[in-house]
């Protein structure tokens, strides 16, 4: 879904309404960008921000023209970019991946400008108990935790909180990611008995399957 129609609605989505306050040509680092579409939902609903990204494996080709795209291994590598330079920095289903966050975190509010935010989100614990996506929708969209093999462990809100904290962050938020209107028609999905990927999707946001942290520099 384009977010260009968004832009007078930013509040529907948690991560569109993170997005929208950040400062008039302001700077957006993304970390663990993968294919880009976060990127492109980004560019969408704020052409005027500058992106940045960094992935230690990613796909800039596909990234929005003009991305600042740079390699990096999260838990080892320190970003290559000066102190203080990013008017915020989003970090979207990333540490659950890592067996150790603290290198990154510490590096994101490095680059992080005095009084930027940070965006953190993650699969809530209940992802644990979840059901798998089945019909045509199998195999295709991560529904259970260990759908992704290499999700390592889910990470508690509290436990977010407390590592934001760790790392030099103010948190300043912190619930449940839902996209509204997705949420509102998932029952109207499920009721017709589709299985195709949108009902799945839609069902994320309906059970409020992420968890996010919102804490500034």
């Avoid at 979207?92 to 975190?105: A, C, G, R």
Wanted: no cysteine; hydrophobic share 40%; glycine share 8%.
């Amino acid at each position: 879904m384009n977010l260009t129609h968004w832009r007078r609605i930013p509040w529907i989505d948690t991560r569109a309404k993170f997005v929208a306050g950040i400062p008039e040509g302001g700077s957006l680092l993304d970390l663990g960008s993968s294919n880009g579409g976060t990127l492109h939902h980004f560019s969408e609903l704020r052409p005027d921000l500058k992106l940045y990204s960094a992935d230690i494996a990613g796909a800039p080709e596909t990234y929005p023209p003009g991305t600042e795209f740079r390699r990096a291994d999260f838990e080892v590598d320190r970003l290559p970019w000066a102190d203080m330079k990013f008017d915020a920095v989003t970090f979207m289903h990333v540490i659950e991946h890592l067996h150790d966050s603290k290198h990154i975190l510490a590096e994101a509010t490095r680059v992080l400008k005095p009084g930027g935010f940070i965006y953190i989100e993650t699969p809530h614990p209940k992802s644990l108990q979840t059901p798998s996506a089945h019909g045509t929708a199998a195999g295709k969209i991560t529904m259970n935790f260990f759908d992704d093999s290499t999700h390592i462990a889910p990470i508690p809100t509290d436990a977010l909180v407390r590592e934001a904290r760790n790392a030099g962050l103010t948190p300043v938020r912190e619930g449940t990611s839902r996209n509204l209107l997705f949420a509102a028609v998932y029952p109207l999905l499920a009721l017709a008995g589709l299985t195709s990927r949108m009902r799945f999707i839609a069902k994320l946001h309906w059970i409020g399957w992420s968890s996010y942290v919102i804490a500034y520099r």
